[in-house]
């Protein structure tokens, strides 16, 4: 009775009980949880430090109402029985340590290495409760920021595109003539030229269809400074695909910090600081191309159980079910 909201509904139906009865009846007494032994404190944090393992991630979930748990989980389960160390209740880093420091300390100084990402909460969660324990920024959250700084200097010429074809609307009002907009070689207006080139700017030019790269035409001619911004970004991702170790790729981010500086555009400007801030950290992933995918994807699963609950109404319940299946 994994799923336990669809079993209970199907069991009822089947044996002509009522469901909801029965629910209440398998969280009472048959799935053991009025006798789980973390109980007592599980809204607020669940521990298994049997679980611990030399190669961590740790992250960032929303259960509910928008409530944040941190979570340590071990990439040696590959997000199956064994996989969860740790939840605990938001992201302060003294709550979240002191937790983690109820592992005994042998245990945590055998840990080799830890995935996080940019967040300065994580880093300090991480340097404290395993001090012998490299760590590694997930490269995909420093791709991202490029990613989005993209998006937003493309949201930018968008709005300002409606603003001007707001104006175009009331001075035709105002001449008494009917409002026609100006449709690209491509059949798009420029708005939705900007609007279409979402999806685009996300992808690699090998994987633009020929729409998507007649469209990238028009649309770096009128907005170069769009096209910069999308090659700095890619240019940054192939450094992760294509760097074979840390010194190659320490060379080629000094030479992509000196594009940025050319480029003067401050989101990018931003970007390089953070990197330049995390930069030990972010160089390590060339030792071992480590990342938190891992991390990410047991947050798709907490995520799938939270929809098979259609949503979380008892934290300390949803928390029992996920230990039971990944702890």
Same mark, same amino acid.
Not at 4 to 30: M, N, W
């Given at each position: 009775?994994?799923?336990?909201?669809?079993s209970c509904k199907v069991i009822g139906e089947l044996f002509?009980?009522?469901?909801?009865?029965?629910?209440?009846?398998?969280?009472?007494?048959?799935?053991?949880?009025?006798?789980?032994?973390?109980?007592?404190?599980?809204?607020?944090?669940?521990?298994?430090?049997?679980? +611990?393992?030399? /190669?961590?991630?740790?992250? #960032?979930?929303?259960?509910? /109402?928008?409530?944040?748990?941190?979570?340590?989980?071990?990439?040696?389960?590959?997000?199956?029985?064994?996989?969860?160390?740790?939840?605990?209740?938001?992201t302060v880093s003294d709550t979240v340590i002191e937790v983690?420091?109820?592992? &005994?300390?042998?245990?945590?100084?055998?840990?080799?290495? $830890?995935?996080?990402?940019?967040?300065?909460?994580?880093?300090?969660?991480?340097?404290?409760?395993?001090?012998?324990?490299?760590?590694?920024?997930?490269?995909?959250?420093?791709?991202?920021?490029?990613?989005?700084?993209?998006?937003?200097?493309?949201?930018?010429?968008?709005?300002?595109? $409606?603003?001007?074809?707001?104006?175009?609307?009331?001075?035709?009002? #105002?001449?008494?003539?009917?409002? $026609? &907009? #100006?449709?690209?070689?491509?059949?798009?207006?420029?708005?939705?030229?900007?609007?279409?080139?979402?999806?685009?700017?996300?992808?690699?030019?090998?994987?633009?269809?020929?729409?998507?790269?007649?469209? *990238?035409? $028009?649309?770096?001619?009128?907005?170069?400074?769009?096209?910069?911004?999308?090659?700095?970004?890619?240019?940054?991702?192939?450094?992760?695909?294509?760097?074979?170790?840390?010194?190659?790729?320490?060379?080629?981010?000094?030479?992509?910090? /000196?594009?940025?500086?050319?480029?003067?555009?401050?989101?990018?400007?931003?970007?390089?600081?953070?990197?330049?801030?995390?930069?030990?950290?972010?160089?390590?992933?060339?030792?071992?191309? *480590?990342?938190?995918?891992?991390? #990410? *994807?047991? /947050?798709?699963?907490?995520?799938?159980?939270?929809?098979?609950?259609?949503?979380?109404?008892?934290?300390?319940?949803?928390?029992?079910?996920?230990?039971? +299946?990944?702890?």
């Amino acid at each position: 009775m994994d799923n336990t909201p669809i079993s209970c509904k199907v069991i009822g139906e089947l044996f002509q009980l009522d469901g909801k009865r029965l629910q209440e009846q398998y969280a009472a007494h048959l799935s053991g949880y009025t006798s789980w032994k973390q109980l007592e404190h599980a809204q607020q944090w669940i521990l298994y430090p049997e679980n +611990i393992g030399e /190669n961590l991630s740790l992250d #960032e979930t929303c259960l509910s /109402n928008g409530d944040l748990y941190t979570i340590l989980t071990n990439k040696a389960a590959k997000g199956k029985k064994g996989a969860l160390v740790a939840m605990v209740k938001g992201t302060v880093s003294d709550t979240v340590i002191e937790v983690l420091h109820k592992i &005994p300390e042998s245990k945590r100084k055998k840990v080799k290495e $830890i995935t996080l990402d940019l967040a300065p909460t994580m880093e300090r969660i991480a340097k404290r409760s395993f001090p012998k324990a490299k760590l590694v920024s997930d490269r995909f959250h420093v791709q991202k920021l490029a990613s989005d700084a993209v998006q937003e200097i493309r949201i930018k010429h968008r709005w300002a595109a $409606i603003d001007q074809e707001n104006k175009e609307i009331e001075y035709a009002k #105002e001449l008494k003539k009917r409002y $026609i &907009p #100006e449709v690209l070689e491509n059949g798009d207006t420029l708005k939705q030229l900007l609007i279409r080139s979402r999806f685009l700017l996300h992808q690699r030019e090998s994987k633009w269809s020929a729409s998507q790269v007649h469209r *990238s035409e $028009i649309l770096f001619r009128l907005y170069p400074d769009l096209k910069q911004a999308y090659n700095l970004s890619m240019e940054l991702s192939n450094i992760f695909h294509q760097s074979k170790n840390r010194l190659v790729a320490f060379k080629k981010l000094a030479l992509w910090y /000196n594009s940025v500086e050319k480029f003067e555009v401050k989101t990018f400007n931003t970007i390089a600081r953070t990197i330049q801030n995390n930069y030990e950290y972010i160089l390590n992933y060339f030792d071992n191309r *480590s990342t938190n995918a891992s991390a #990410e *994807s047991f /947050n798709a699963k907490v995520k799938a159980l939270r929809s098979q609950f259609r949503g979380v109404r008892d934290i300390s319940f949803f928390l029992f079910r996920l230990q039971k +299946i990944y702890a």
